[in-house]
């Protein structure tokens, strides 16, 4: 019998989702995403669960992103039906976002190793956001053709210093010293803590008050975070360089900017590498997506990201970019257009076009 692609379990007050592909670095999946959702709507209307963990089996990684290789196999199927179920699976897996960001109770992700994309989705709207020392975590959907897309245009906006904009368009991994210092973690935790983290909860005195156990869980993390001060945040060390680089009119700028800077900082080689090999068509789109969504509200951008990820699937290099790195794994995108100055408003804009 096959096991679930999502386990789940309660320890009294406690209740616990872990997402179980570890081979597949927990890469979400439509019934993931569907199994996901329909527990947590359960869990938020049940007065008996006071607070939610949501954290991943295997060593590896918490989640590795969306399983967006599944989605283009049916893309290049052919045929009527060819993104019904690319559709579906962002539609689940945004409403499942949203879900988390709007959860009535304490719900804390617990990450470890690999947290990309889809992963940062579901971390980004936790009340409570647990790194363990070691982790990766990046927006990679340039290499992919893509967009940062499940609310990466409201999470992204909200991270000081331009860093939002350096992880959207060039894929940067960074650390959960540089998480902590953006605001996109709330705690960070050593590795022998991880095994602690649920044990410890279970012990809490819970209330029926949502605050108070907000409270509670906020106190027993940080009881358990080391002692001995924030972690190391090459970022933070950087905050000058990409501040300026935040202030760029247009993607091709913000593309200048970043070569000269990497020649000066070696820091940031590996990002204007990944820029310039990434797709040109989505730098642009995000560019413009970031400009847009800023000030948006969570909803808001989310219904922005559907648009975006329907349009992205009938345009040309999403496909190509996600055979390329995930499916023939040849690494040898051909992206259309290929040339930065060849990406025209017309094109940029038609990824933001309800049903065209």
């Avoid at 009294?12 to 989702?17: C, R, S, T």
């Avoid at 869990?43 to 963990?53: K, M, P, T």
């Avoid at 499942?96 to 992700?109: E, G, S, V, Y």
């Avoid at 902590?180 to 095994?195: C, K, N, R, T, Y």
Wanted: hydrophobic share 45%.
């Amino acid at each position: 019998m096959t096991e679930s692609a999502v386990l789940f379990s309660r320890n009294d007050a406690v209740a616990i989702a872990t997402l179980n592909r570890p081979k597949q670095l927990n890469a979400l999946t439509l019934e993931m995403c569907q199994l996901l959702g329909k527990q947590l709507h359960a869990w938020a209307n049940d007065e008996s669960v006071q607070c939610v963990v949501l954290n991943a089996a295997g060593e590896k990684g918490f989640c590795a992103g969306g399983d967006v290789a599944e989605v283009i196999r049916h893309l290049r199927a052919g045929g009527d039906d060819r993104y019904v179920y690319g559709d579906a699976f962002f539609t689940t897996e945004y409403a499942l976002d949203l879900l988390i960001h709007t959860f009535p109770k304490p719900i804390i992700a617990l990450s470890h190793g690999v947290c990309m994309g889809g992963g940062v989705g579901l971390i980004a709207g936790a009340s409570h956001r647990v790194f363990v020392e070691g982790s990766k975590i990046a927006m990679p959907e340039i290499h992919i053709g893509l967009f940062p897309d499940v609310g990466g245009g409201y999470f992204l906006n909200l991270l000081p210093d331009g860093i939002g904009a350096l992880m959207a368009l060039t894929g940067m991994i960074v650390t959960e010293g540089d998480a902590m210092h953006a605001g996109l973690a709330d705690f960070v935790i050593a590795p022998e803590q991880q095994s602690r983290v649920i044990d410890t909860l279970v012990t809490l005195d819970w209330t029926d008050d949502s605050v108070t156990n907000h409270s509670l869980v906020t106190d027993t993390l940080g009881a358990m975070e080391d002692v001995e001060g924030d972690p190391p945040s090459e970022l933070a060390a950087h905050a000058d360089a990409t501040r300026a680089l935040a202030t760029s009119a247009t993607v091709i700028e913000y593309r200048g900017a970043l070569n000269t800077l990497a020649t000066r900082e070696a820091y940031f080689a590996s990002a204007a590498k990944n820029l310039a090999q990434g797709s040109p068509t989505a730098a642009h789109v995000t560019f413009e997506y970031l400009r847009r969504a800023r000030g948006l509200a969570i909803d808001e951008v989310l219904a922005m990201d559907l648009v975006l990820a329907k349009q992205f699937q009938r345009h040309h290099d999403f496909s190509e970019g996600v055979r390329a790195l995930l499916i023939d794994k040849d690494r040898s995108p051909k992206w259309v257009p290929s040339g930065w100055h060849e990406i025209n408003d017309a094109l940029v804009n038609a990824h933001f076009e309800v049903g065209s």
